[in-house]
Structures are given as C-alpha cells and as structure tokens.
C-alpha cells in the first residue's frame, strides 16, 4: 500500500468517528493529524535521495583528480614524443592531438578527468576548510583551458587540408592548445592545493 492509500484510509477512518461524534472541530483535527502524518511519511521517503545528491566526493573520486594531474604533467613533459604517431617499419610520422583530448577527459568515459566536474561539484559538501572562492575560481579557469585547449586540438587534426594550411599549421594550433594544457595543469594545481591532494 502507498504512502498516500494509507494517508487516504487515515482520513476517511477519523473523519467517520469524528463524524459519529458530531464534532465538526475534532473531525478537522483529525484530518489535519492525518495529513500531518502523510507528509512525515512522504518525507522520510524523499530525505535518501535528498542525502545522496548531497554527499561528499569519495576518495575514489578524489584520487581521479590526481590521476589526471599526473596524466597531464607526463604529456606536457613528453609533448611532442606523445602528439607523434609513425607507422610502422619507419613509415611517415604524423603529428596527433588526441592524446591531449584524452588526458583531458574528452574521450572516454574511463579517462580519469571525463566529467570531473561532477566531481568538482560534491566538494562544497565535504567537511574541509578551504576557500570556495579560490577554490571555484580555480575550477572555472580549468573549464576555461581545457575548452580552449580542446578547440584547438580539434583543429589542428585538420589544419593540413585546409586551405592554405599544411604541416606548419597543424604544429600552429597544437602548440596552442599545449598552452591550454598547461593553464589547465596549473588550475588543477590550485584545485588540489585547496583540497589538500598530494601528486601521485
């Protein structure tokens, strides 16, 4: 039986003795209790939800923060050797920017920064001291750069067949979007900073 049938039954079963009493007042009393009693019902229902949207990012969760930082340091720090495909048998080589978009969370759903904002989101109900301010400057600068830095990753896949492209403008716009990158390292810095998270 619904919480609302039995709000529904608890109403009709007072109101009928209220009514044997003829006493109007008690009647609305009682329906009033009744009601009183349904609403408390239907919120010890919704207060679960309510707790879970509310909860604190899991460590999990934190550690994904980490992951990523040390997945963007080690592109930066091998930027070219990462952005460089061959193929096979000393075949030509190619400049690729995909390995930007996936150190970013922009490629599969198992990249450690895909959606980090979600996670981002659930810091303001952790029991922490910090700065908010600093703290969502920081990750509105971080959506800023990766944006950015995504824009030109994407374009620079095409640059060479573009009209008046060619080598040099695919290399134009990856090095614009390594600067992204590199804005995005060092808000994510700032962001574990604030949350006391140490590198991995």
């Keep these: 039986m619904t919480m609302f049938s039995v709000v529904l039954l608890l109403i009709l079963l007072l109101s009928a003795n209220s009514l044997s009493s003829r006493n109007v007042g008690n009647r609305r009393e009682a329906i ?5 009693f349904g609403a408390a019902g239907l919120l010890i229902q919704v207060q679960p ?3 879970a ?8 969760e934190l550690d994904r923060i980490r992951l990523g930082y040390k997945q963007i340091t080690y592109l930066l720090d091998n930027f070219e050797q ?5 193929r096979e048998n000393g075949g030509e080589c190619k400049r690729d920017a995909e390995p930007i978009r996936r150190v970013l969370g922009l490629r599969s ?5 895909f959606q980090i904002e979600k996670v981002f989101d659930k810091v303001k109900n952790m029991d922490v001291d910090i700065d908010l301010e ?8 971080y959506n800023s750069a990766m944006t950015i830095s995504n824009s030109m990753a994407f374009i620079s896949q095409f640059a060479e067949y573009n009209p008046g492209g060619g080598k040099d403008s ?6 614009e979007s390594k600067k992204a990158v590199l804005l995005a390292q060092s808000s994510l810095k700032k962001i574990m900073a604030n949350l006391d998270l140490k590198e991995m």
Excluded at 32 to 36: F, H, L, Q, R
Excluded at 53 to 60: H, I, K, R, Y
């Design 32 to 36: 009033s209790k009744a009601v009183a």
């Design 49 to 51: 939800s309510l707790a």
């Design 53 to 60: 949207e509310g909860a604190a990012p899991t460590t999990a």
């Design 82 to 86: 990462e952005t460089t495909t061959c």
């Design 109 to 113: 759903t198992t990249d450690p920064l």
């Design 134 to 141: 600093e703290f969502f400057g920081a990750i509105e600068d």
């Design 170 to 175: 695919v290399l134009k716009y990856l090095e």
